[in-house]
């Protein structure tokens, strides 16, 4: 199984009133980790969208199960939990300086055309990006 890990950098501003990472900043950290997790596979959003398509969020999901103050060190760590060939789901989790599950969550993206924003399969528009999806997925159950 192949999990990506970034280190968030926790800026003051993405604290709330009651000093801890506002819930919402949280996407922008699966977003990070799910950047990271492509380009450590070996592929690239930006020669997705430079083919002509995007992978716009379908679905989220977070729990948050303790929060992350400034000053504290977290990561984010991503991997795939499903790839049909239609959608793809990434998992996250986010990891404290005392390696504790703070968040945990996952985004569903699917394959979208840039023209016509019309879905295709992921697997038809990226068969050797897929492909290494299955390989990935196939890990997991194994393990």
């Not at 950098?9 to 950290?29: C, E, F, P, R």
């Not at 760590?77 to 969550?105: A, F, P, R, S």
């Not at 985004?107 to 840039?114: G, L, M, Q, W, Y």
Request: aromatic share 16%.
């Amino acid at each position: 199984m192949i999990i990506s890990t970034r280190e968030i950098q926790i800026l003051y501003a993405d604290t709330d009133m009651m000093g801890v990472i506002y819930h919402a900043n949280y996407l922008k950290y699966f977003e990070l980790g799910r950047g990271g997790f492509i380009e450590d596979v070996g592929y690239s959003y930006i020669e997705m969208e430079n083919a002509g398509y995007y992978a716009p969020v379908y679905d989220v999901q977070a729990t948050y199960r303790k929060p992350v103050r400034y000053g504290e060190s977290a990561f984010v760590k991503t991997w795939v939990e499903l790839n049909d060939g239609i959608k793809t789901v990434y998992g996250y989790q986010i990891i404290n300086h005392l390696d504790e599950i703070c968040v945990e969550g996952t985004t569903t993206h699917i394959i979208v055309k840039k023209e016509t924003f019309k879905p295709t399969a992921f697997k038809k528009a990226f068969p050797e990006w897929f492909q290494k999806y299955e390989e990935i997925k196939k890990n997991i159950f194994c393990e």
